[in-house]
């Protein structure tokens, strides 16, 4: 079965800096494939590229067997491939809730001739946007908090509540950058529930960048090691954890 995303022999440079070095990656339909690598290695620069905020320099990336290197993100948005993004600061300012409801795109509320001319049309989809968003925050376990104003809740739930973002449009797969940083255990535990559930239960596939290895021992398989701009190895867990590479990697020719 084709991959759902293929990067394909990608070169990126900044100025002298060649960040990303003749990179080929597979994320598999259905899979949580987990992405690592130290400092620098390059993994934020391949999910810009990834998503569109980049374009290689040389190489292609392929969605579901299309190539969408000369897309822009947005166009890749539309697509089913998504990237959690922090809360906007507009958005800081409406309810948990409303937030969700932004999300969809294609709002027939959006759309004038719509609004003129067939008012019943726009009535019946908002109604159908607030369930889908009802459903959504209480999948994400924010139901309680649906009436806060986003920019008070913590940490933790504007993570959830990012997660849930992007539930509200039509996901293939979903870039997941960092999420657990200053996130607490409990809420943690929570995220990575609704991610296995989202995997399992609705199909989504993942691809996550994660420096927390419980985060990524738990949920994803298989791990791609990133170091210098390429591949270093792929496998599950503990292939990668005993790997003398990796481990050189990671804590240095000293490393026991
Ligand atoms: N826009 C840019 N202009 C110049 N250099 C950049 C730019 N973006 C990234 N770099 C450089 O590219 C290298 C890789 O950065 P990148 O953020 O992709 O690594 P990373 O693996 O995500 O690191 P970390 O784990 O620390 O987030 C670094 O040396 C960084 O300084």
Request: proline share 3%; hydrophobic share 45%; aromatic share 6%.
């Amino acid at each position: 079965m084709k991959p759902l995303i293929e990067v394909q022999q990608v070169n990126k440079a900044f100025g002298g800096l060649q960040v990303i070095n003749d990179c080929s990656i597979r994320v598999e339909r259905g899979s949580i494939t987990g992405m690592i690598g130290p400092n620098g290695a390059g993994k934020s620069t391949l999910f810009n590229l990834i998503a569109g905020a980049l374009t290689p320099d040389s190489g292609r990336i392929l969605l579901d067997g299309e190539d969408i290197t000369a897309l822009s993100a947005d166009q890749r948005f539309h697509k089913g491939l998504l990237r959690t993004f922090q809360i906007a600061h507009e958005f800081s300012q409406m309810s948990a809730l409303e937030n969700l409801m932004m999300v969809p795109p294609n709002q027939a509320g959006e759309n004038l001739f719509n609004a003129w001319f067939k008012p019943g049309l726009v009535r019946q989809q908002e109604a159908e946007v607030r369930r889908r968003a009802l459903e959504v925050i209480e999948f994400v376990g924010l139901h309680h908090v649906r009436n806060e104003l986003a920019g008070n809740l913590s940490g933790g739930q504007k993570k959830l509540l990012e997660l849930g973002r992007t539930m509200m449009s039509d996901a293939k797969v979903v870039l997941l950058d960092e999420i657990a940083a200053g996130v607490n255990r409990t809420l943690l535990g929570d995220l990575m529930g609704n991610i296995e559930r989202l995997n399992r239960e609705l199909g989504y596939t993942f691809l996550v960048i994660e420096h927390d290895m419980d985060m990524i021992s738990r949920l994803c398989d298989p791990v791609i090691v990133l170091a210098q701009g390429s591949v270093m190895i792929e496998g599950n867990i503990e292939e990668i954890r005993n790997n003398p590479a990796v481990i050189e990697a990671y804590f240095g020719t000293d490393a026991a």
